[in-house]
């Protein structure tokens, strides 16, 4: 058997390249007399953007300050040992850019072994052991804790989770194991199965000591000074911790059972890793750890080694690298500075824009509309949402204010728009309105205002062609609720300059969206994949494969909701406008369906009704469907949706909608919240073989997204 120093060495010889973190060791005597005392500091040199993370380097420093603790323990030297993080990060977890180097089972194996080796020698030295969670803290960070006697944490930590489960992993050093022993499984299910699939839902300082993974909590400020006097009274017998009973009954299985729910209500059983944090969890009731631990190495080598977690990682860094610096961006200093903000329309999508401008630029935003009901209405939604802000503590009293004394609005669009930097259309969804719209605009706004429409389908350069100045029109597309999803599509016209497009770009930051650069092309991207993809399943229904199947048939992708739910969601008369848009364009490939425009035509918000409580065909609808008498299986079903998506999706590249695939991907998983073991749609579609069958070559190279050859 190889030594956990050997285990360690072969893996850092694979990741030249990992950012290392040190863990320096440092003496001191605490307070109230308690003794002399040893904390380890772990800090990878760079400030808190760049977050503590544990590769096998880090692994091996971590190691040798135990060595020392323990040393220094035994020879009854200290009384206690404490760790900690640098300024505003505990520790992050394992280094995915490792990770994803790992092309060998044992490799993955021996990571996940090397962790537990180290961490778990913080539980067998011979006096106490303490974690400070002093700032955020994730998986692998969150586990070194969990391994020591006692923890304490920080009420201004901003964010504490364990979120291997989301990326396609387990929290495999000691996390599925030890968190059920400590908490309870039911608490434990709802941080490591619940809170991940929940789009990786953070906690607050306050909730982990709430769930009592900390056993105090103290405010940021002089959190390590009060932590350590606290330290003093524990190791005094002055504080005695107090933990409760874990119920290693029925409870236990119930809360598995209960993990299981949300994991199949979630993913379907499309991504294995809920289902082997549960296997761990459920066999964790009889407390032995070491069971665990071999469980954790196990799962954590499948996984690493299995086409999920790498399309999970490749998501990961779309999201956190490619979002941020969007592909095709202009330089970023032609961007002019945006004063003031205006808004045609005053519905819910305005309203809602509104109040985004408002609250992250904090400029004053005007909006317009055509009669002073529909103004004030919008005027007071946006108050209203202000209010709900300050109810939940999440703004002061003197902000709010501020914000409502800024969003005004007006019926005269030159009284509203003559001094606006920025003027953005949300308004009925039809060329020839846009066109005078925007005429309107023109006529009364500053020669270097932006125009921007939010048009979810329509042509801007069309929209710009009757302008002055075509060159200032750029397409804005936000997707709804546009409060929680953060894609924003910025579409370049034929004729948009590139200082037009630097601000659009510019303003997009601020609003703290997720910005990826479109040609004009019909429904840009979200739209015209999705609309392909349910086109497909309503083709499938309309020529005579029963509902049910239809819909079941694609439940293997585990898809945030069933294609139907999703027509719902959007609206069954803008889910038809946007396929006729699309028929217009492309019409040997997007069908407009009968039976949908039937559903239009007589009113229906959707296909289901739900009285039971679940999502049931609605009678009404039913009697509405024509069906013809071709009856396919959920497997054809799939095939054929699957089919035509890739082909859409080459088509797409092939015209240059976006620059690669990888934009495709990252419009997918931030606009529509398609899964990351996905890795948006295109590393699926590689795995499965269908990129090649109908396409002829696969979306993506070779070890993107997938394990290296």
Known sequence: MSTTAELLQQASDLFPDEVVTTAHVRHFDLPLGAGRFALITLDNGLDHTK?????????????????????????????????????????????????ELLTEWEHAHAIGKGGHDVFKRLSGLAVPTFAYYNGAAMGGGVEVGLHCTYRTVSAAVPAFSLPEVFLGLVPGWGGCTLLPNLIGADKAVSVIIENSLNQNKQLKGAQVYELGIADAIFEGA????????????????????ERPVIDRGEGWDQAVAKGRFIADSKVHGAAPAAYRALDIIAAAKNGDLQQGYDAEDQALADLIMGGELRAGIYAFNLVQKRGKRPAGAPDKNLARPVGKVGVVGAGLMASQLALLFLRRLEVPVVLTDIDQERVDKGVGYVHAEIDKLLGKGRIGQDKANRLKALVTGVLDKAEGFADADFVIEAVFEEMGVKQQVFAEVEAVAPAHAILATNTSSLSVTEMASKLEHPERVVGFHFFNPVAVLPLLEIVRGERTDDASLATAFAVAKKLKKTAVLVKDAPAFVVNRVLTRFMGEIQNVIDEGTPVEVAEKAVEPLGLPMSPLVLLELVGPAIGLHVSETLNRAFPDRFTVSPNLKAVVAAGKRGFYVYDSGRPELDPEVAALLKQGDTVLTEEQVRARVLDAVAR??????????????????????????????????????????????????????????????
């Open 648 to 709: 859409e999706i080459g088509l797409m590249l092939d015209e240059g909608v976006v620059a690669e695939a990888q934009d495709i991907d990252l419009c997918l998983i931030t606009g529509a919240g398609w899964p990351f073991h996905l890795g948006g749609v295109t590393p699926y579609l590689d795995r499965e073989g269908v990129s090649e069958r109908v396409n002829g070559k696969r979306f993506l190279e070779p070890g993107t997204a997938s394990v290296p050859a």
């Open 222 to 241: 002089d959190f390590l000074e009060q932590s350590l006097i606290w330290t003093a009274a524990v190791l005094k017998g002055e504080i005695v911790v």
């Open 51 to 99: 977050p503590t993370t544990f590769g096998p380097q880090s692994l091996a420093n971590l190691d040798a300050a135990i060595d020392q603790a323990e040393k220094e323990a035994a020879d009854g030297e200290i009384v206690g040992v404490g760790i900690t993080g640098k300024p505003f990060v505990f520790a992050v977890g394992a280094d995915l850019k490792g990770v």
